[in-house]
């Protein structure tokens, strides 16, 4: 019987966050645990993961793929140092890329999903493109990467409000035209009128037709992302939690799960210098052990469900700053700029 595997897309709405050293890294930690692991280059326009898990750029991936019409996608993955571990390499040749139409989209999802393994991991490219917003929708728990720059975390939200739209926007269909002309008509209200929150946009369709609007309740309340928090450079930067987590829940409407904090790291350029993975080659650097500490989580509790992720991500980020500390012994300022 060929394995399901758990898909993990990772997201967040801004260019340059640490998606893909995260994503790499995270697979090549896991890959170590002994999971069967695939890590996938979505970010079609601008595919770079290959060099975070330091491979060459010479293999053929996802855009020729889709270029050869029964071609199987499987065929395409690269192995890599380790037996654990496969490659599926994006496109950074062809022009337009990031643009697949949605048969092409579609035909590249039921591939992935005959693919055997225990994680498959999908590093998406920044901001809302629909293909994002469906391949983070392959999941009910998607991380999504920022750091704790404002600008970072604004597009976050901002990303995650496009992909509740999106999901509604599926779930009312074409044949509702009552509710999309409604829809179109909120979406073009302009800032004086009522906040237009998930929640708002839930009530509008409601109100019209109570059905349909239970089932965008539904929905909404199913997806749960995980947030990774990177470059902190301090356990007390998490004070955010609080103020991030009631922005969610007021203007997204959707509830999250606080998972990972990787330290700011200059062994991370370094490694990227190199062209060397993180984990392997910065071994015991902050940031490599940071994301370590992250795949442990994954591998011991993905399928469950959190209850108090805010309070056990900053409990968590204290101890492990804390047997840093005590390592360096008073080089501690070594977090800080
Ligand atoms: N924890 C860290 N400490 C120090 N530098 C970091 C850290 N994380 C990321 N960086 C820096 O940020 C750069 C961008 O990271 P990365 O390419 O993973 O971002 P991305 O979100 O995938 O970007 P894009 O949206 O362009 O694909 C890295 O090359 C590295 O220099
Ligand atoms: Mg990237």
Not at 61 to 75: Q, V
Not at 240 to 252: A, Y
Not at 288 to 305: E, M, N
Request: glycine share 8%; net charge positive.
């Amino acid at each position: 019987m060929t394995k399901t595997a758990t898909f993990i897309p990772v997201a967040g709405g801004k260019g340059g966050v640490g998606k893909s050293l995260f994503t790499a890294n995270l697979a090549l930690a896991l890959a170590e645990l002994h999971h069967d692991t695939v890590v996938v280059d979505l970010d079609l326009g601008g595919s770079n993961l290959h060099s975070f898990l330091g491979l060459s750029n010479q293999f053929p991936g996802i855009g020729d793929f889709l270029k050869a019409r029964t071609a199987e996608l499987e065929n395409f993955l690269v192995p890599t140092e380790m037996p654990t571990l496969k490659f599926l390499p994006g496109d950074g040749r062809t022009p337009f890329m990031a643009n697949i139409p949605t048969a092409q989209k579609l035909r590249l999802l039921s591939h992935l999903n005959r693919i055997p393994a225990d994680y498959i991991l999908l590093d998406l490219g920044s901001g809302s493109s629909f293909n994002t917003l469906d391949f983070f929708g392959i999941s009910k728990t998607g991380f999504v990467v920022t750091t704790f720059e404002h600008p970072s975390l604004m597009n976050v939200l901002s990303f995650l409000k496009n992909f509740l739209y999106r999901t509604i926007e599926r779930i009312v269909g074409r044949e509702n035209h009552q509710v999309r002309i409604t829809l179109q008509e909120i979406y073009k209200q302009p800032m004086t009128g009522p906040p237009v929150t998930a929640q708002y946009i839930q009530d509008q369709i409601a109100a019209l037709n109570p059905e349909l609007g239970e089932q965008v309740k539904k929905i909404c309340s199913y997806y749960r992302p995980r947030f990774i928090f990177n470059r902190g450079e301090h356990p007390d930067t998490l004070r955010i939690l609080q103020p991030l987590d009631k922005s969610l829940r007021e203007i997204v409407s959707l509830q999250a799960d606080y998972f990972g904090f990787i330290f700011e790291d200059p062994a991370v350029r370094e490694s990227v210098r190199r062209g060397v993975p993180l984990v392997t080659a910065y071994r015991d650097s902050v940031a490599s052990q940071s994301v370590l500490r992250v795949a442990d989580r994954v591998a011991r509790i993905w399928g469950r469900p959190i209850e108090n992720s805010a309070e056990l991500l900053t409990t968590d980020t204290i101890r492990f700053h804390k047997s840093v500390a005590d390592r360096q012994q008073g080089s501690i300022t070594s977090f800080r700029r």
